[in-house]
């Protein structure tokens, strides 16, 4: 297969407006997803996915380290579930893809902005912290950004080579 890259992406974490502390170190991310995390309160605090399946729960594994979740991590139906439980249910933190929270435009989105906390995420506690933000992103301080592919199985140079080709270029970069 043609392996090509088009974009950068990032997961994004989302905290229920009650949580006090709205930074975490990857090490910090580690501990909650694998110790029975609580907050100042003795509360345990929830980690929602969008599904057992889904590519973030892959990707936090890769960047932690982490190869079983605790109990209180689980996943939901979609990303959309994942916005709603963190809005209503206290001591809790949702993982989801950064295209969910930055759309400005989306009026949808804006009224969800107003019910989460958008976390910051640093290398370690020394580090900077950061919020989920396309210069960040792009610059790849963000911590948990990730790389976009096309993969073509095209045996001959077709239509999804050439689709592949307009993606990657300045032009179809810019749309």
Same mark, same amino acid.
């Not at 930074?23 to 907050?39: D, M, P």
């Not at 077709?158 to 032009?171: D, H, K, M, P, Q």
């Given at each position: ?17 009650? &949580? ?30 969008d ?8 990707? &936090?594994?890769?960047?932690t ?36 929270i ?41 911590? &948990? ?17 050439? &689709? ?12």
């Open positions: 297969p043609r392996i090509t890259k088009i974009a950068y992406d990032a997961v994004a974490l989302i905290g229920s407006k009650d &949580l006090e502390d709205s930074t975490f170190s990857i090490s910090e991310l580690k501990t909650l997803l694998i110790a029975e995390g609580k907050n100042s309160d003795s509360k345990k605090i929830k980690v929602v996915f599904n057992n399946n889904s590519s973030t729960i892959s990707f &936090l594994k890769e960047k380290g982490v190869t079983k979740f605790s109990s209180n991590c689980y996943a939901l139906n979609s990303s959309k579930a994942v916005l709603d439980y963190v809005s209503k249910e206290k001591n809790s933190i949702g993982v989801i893809g950064v295209n969910w930055s759309d400005r435009d989306d009026t949808t989105n804006l009224s969800f902005l107003k019910s989460v906390k958008v976390m910051e995420i640093s290398v370690n506690e020394s580090s900077e912290y950061y919020k989920p933000y396309q210069a960040y992103i792009a610059q790849k301080i963000y911590p &948990l950004w990730r790389e976009v592919y096309v993969i073509s199985k095209e045996a001959y140079t077709g239509l999804g080579t050439g &689709l592949t080709a307009f993606i990657a270029s300045e032009r179809g970069q810019r749309i």
